[in-house]
């Protein structure tokens, strides 16, 4: 169940941070057109381009649990013998779920206030409880992958992230 679920998950990660990615990108691209050649500025670009950087910002801290791209003190598991770097990484995992379910509380108590005073973006006019919605989002992402890595060092394995291929050339 929780390996289906991460395969929906990845691909809606990459499917809207790529998106919001392309989206940031062109408005930016067209903005500065825009002002430099029609002498006519987009009011709501900067804020479009704000907020796209800020929800992919959010969305891919699910995808550095997954990929184990987030800061960490490997030096300590090489001083540690291996039953303590597992203690050690479970430990972390866990703090991870707490952080996680943090932002799942919080970001949810923010978006309910938000939306209930009925609070509007300044330019584009769009709820502000829109915007904030990524932070629980991203909390839930998050939960779910740590409960991953939880699942293979509780079963005695050693998480191993997924491979990424990125040609450069």
């Known amino acids: 169940m929780i390996v289906w679920l991460n395969r929906i998950v990845d691909w809606i990660e990459n499917v809207l941070v790529t998106a919001l990615m392309l989206i940031a990108t062109v408005v930016a691209i067209v903005q500065v057109v825009a002002r430099y050649v029609f ?14 950087l800020i929800t992919m910002s959010f969305l891919t801290m699910g995808m550095g649990v997954r990929y184990a791209s987030h800061i960490s003190v490997d ?7 291996p039953r303590t770097a597992k203690v050690l990484q479970i430990g972390a995992a866990c703090l991870g779920l707490i952080f996680a379910a943090v932002l799942i509380w919080y970001g949810g108590r923010l978006v309910l206030n938000t939306s209930r005073m009925g609070q509007l973006s300044p330019a584009m006019r769009i709820p502000v409880g829109y915007i904030y919605a990524v932070i629980p989002a991203a909390g839930m992402f998050m939960v779910l992958r740590y409960l991953l890595v939880l699942r293979d060092l509780l079963a005695g394995r050693v998480y191993e992230p997924p491979q990424v291929d990125i040609k450069t050339s």
């Open 75 to 81: 030096a300590v598991y090489a001083f540690a013998s």
């Open 39 to 52: 002498n006519n500025s987009l009011f709501w670009s900067e804020e479009l381009i704000l907020y796209s």
